[in-house]
């Protein structure tokens, strides 16, 4: 039976760069897990490992390199996603603009005229 500490501490060696066949060797020799319970945990921390061709000299790609390209694409999801709300809070922006200037325009104006009221200080001083 699998448990959630055996996937836990396979997560976590491929994310320290060990490779699957590292990993199973300490599994199976140290743990004294069953090849089928190693084979099942893989299949639970890799979901395709199945459909995955065996691994060549030229095609050693280590697990963690791919989880990290996995975290790359969601954060490049994320930063679209935030663009894109950018964009649409800029045109809500401009769009009220638009239609409020009238509104905008008197207030900014009465600020302006109160402000030409206020008597300032003169910067020169008289002897």
Request: proline residues 5%; aromatic residues 8%; neutral net charge.
């Amino acid at each position: 039976m699998i448990t959630p500490e055996v996937l836990e501490y396979i997560k976590n060696e491929f994310a320290k760069g060990r490779t699957r066949e590292d990993i199973h060797k300490s599994l199976s020799v140290e743990g004294g897990w069953t090849e089928v319970d190693i084979n099942e945990a893989f299949r639970i921390v890799i979901p395709m490992q199945g459909f995955v061709s065996p691994v060549t000299q030229n095609d050693n790609l280590q697990p963690s390199i791919k989880i990290q390209s996995d975290k790359k694409k969601n954060s490049l999801s994320k930063k679209s996603i935030e663009t894109i709300i950018f964009i649409v809070i800029v045109i809500i922006c401009m769009v009220s603009v638009y239609f409020y200037r009238p509104q905008i325009m008197s207030v900014w104006n009465s600020v302006l005229d109160r402000l030409s009221e206020i008597s300032w200080p003169s910067s020169n001083k008289e002897t």
